[in-house]
């Protein structure tokens, strides 16, 4: 799933190259995609892109007035291409859910967004305040906004778990799977600890390791070319999605954590004190 790393990197590379360009024209090739219906897609066409900003992990392209707001959700993306192909694409077929021509179709640019899988999350709305829609205005502040007091004070009296605090978008926005692992990993913390409980010190731990592994992933992320982004996340990761290798600090086996639609992969050794997490189900809490 794209998470702030990637959808910065996203909105930076619209800002490079689809602002001051005209919106010529929206091809539509999944309805259900679309979560508005007033204004209609049709209403882009002929504005000029003016912006492109993230809130979260929501990406939003500003149209004269309008704003494209996506969520890519598990499996979604965006790819750019400088020469779009003029043919209006069959509804459907293929991952392709939404297509934005930026030019004459097939002279110019733009970009698709498409989802790969049967299981289908992306989601466009067409607004003109993104505030207006409710998964926005529900989020929590970003990860990346947050002072250490603010973050101390964001954790007082959460009992849930550490790895649920930081993946939930109405507590912190910004954060999933992947880089919720990374920081937990950075900062030396179960996945299973409790927030309010940490003590100062592994308060202090978390928060710079929020900081520095999402900083981190948005210098290596942004500039890149939209279609490498998938990659450099990957390459850049230690933990999640490791099952098996060694700890690239201690060399201890990472293992994982299954659950019914997504694992977590951790370090026994520098997480658990050594101690495996069984399964969920199984399993008693590490404090």
């Not at 209609?40 to 809130?55: K, Q």
């Not at 490498?228 to 060399?251: D, F, M, N, Q, W």
Request: glycine share 8%; with cysteine.
């Amino acid at each position: 799933m794209p998470e702030l790393p990637e959808v910065e990197a996203l909105a930076h590379h619209l800002r490079e190259h689809a602002v001051g360009r005209r919106v010529h024209r929206v091809d539509v090739a999944s309805l259900s995609v679309l979560k508005t219906a007033s204004p209609p897609w049709t209403a882009l066409h002929d504005r000029e892109v003016t912006g492109a900003t993230r809130h979260g992990k929501y990406l939003v392209l500003a149209v004269d007035g309008l704003h494209l707001v996506t969520h890519l959700a598990r499996a979604g993306w965006l790819r750019w291409a400088d020469t779009m192909s003029a043919m209006p694409p069959k509804p459907g077929k293929g991952p392709l859910a939404l297509r934005v021509h930026l030019g004459p179709p097939g002279q110019g640019p733009g970009f698709d967004l498409t989802e790969a899988g049967t299981k289908k999350g992306l989601a466009v709305w067409i607004v003109e305040d993104p505030a207006t829609i409710e998964q926005i205005a529900t989020l929590g502040p970003d990860a990346l906004a947050l002072t250490r007091d603010e973050f101390g004070a964001l954790l007082g009296g959460r009992s849930e778990r550490l790895k649920n605090l930081l993946t939930s978008q109405r507590v912190l926005a910004g954060i999933g799977n992947a880089y919720s692992d990374e920081i937990m990993h950075v900062a030396k913390l179960s996945p299973y600890a409790t927030p309010a409980r940490l003590p100062a010190d592994a308060v202090d731990r978390l928060y710079e390791s929020m900081r520095t592994v999402l900083t981190d992933a948005v210098t290596r992320s942004v500039g890149q070319d939209a279609a490498r982004l998938k990659g450099e996340k990957r390459s850049g990761l230690r933990v999640h999605a490791r099952t098996g290798l060694p700890c690239p600090i201690c060399s201890d086996t990472i293992r994982e954590v299954s659950f019914a639609d997504k694992s977590f992969q951790y370090c026994p050794t520098c997480q658990t004190g050594g101690k495996p997490l069984a399964d969920r189900r199984l399993s008693r809490l590490l404090k």
